[in-house]
């Protein structure tokens, strides 16, 4: 990956981890949980189609949220990928 490749996918990172960091987006992920939650509690057991629809609502949250970590992840290795040439680009000038 080349230097400008890492520093969008820093920038992507930094965004993802701000859109994290909100707490709108913190309060409508609980939501999101507490209602499939309770949605579930109140189904009754035959309807199995309905329980499966909610476990499914639940697991794409979860999804959305486990891609914005990834995205923070990559955007941290990435960081330090910089970091490291940075050093070695020092070393290499004064060394």
Request: net charge neutral.
């Amino acid at each position: 990956m080349s230097g400008m490749d890492d520093s969008g996918e820093v920038a992507r990172g930094l965004r993802a981890q701000a859109i994290l960091d909100d707490a709108l987006v913190g309060e409508a992920f609980a939501a999101i949980e507490q209602e499939c939650i309770a949605e579930w509690r109140r189904a009754p057991a035959r309807d199995v189609e309905g329980r499966e629809r909610i476990w499914l609502m639940l697991k794409l949250a979860e999804r959305l949220k486990a891609h914005f970590d990834s995205v923070v992840t990559s955007g941290k290795l990435a960081g330090e990928r910089i970091a490291q040439l940075e050093k070695a680009r020092r070393l290499r000038l004064f060394g």
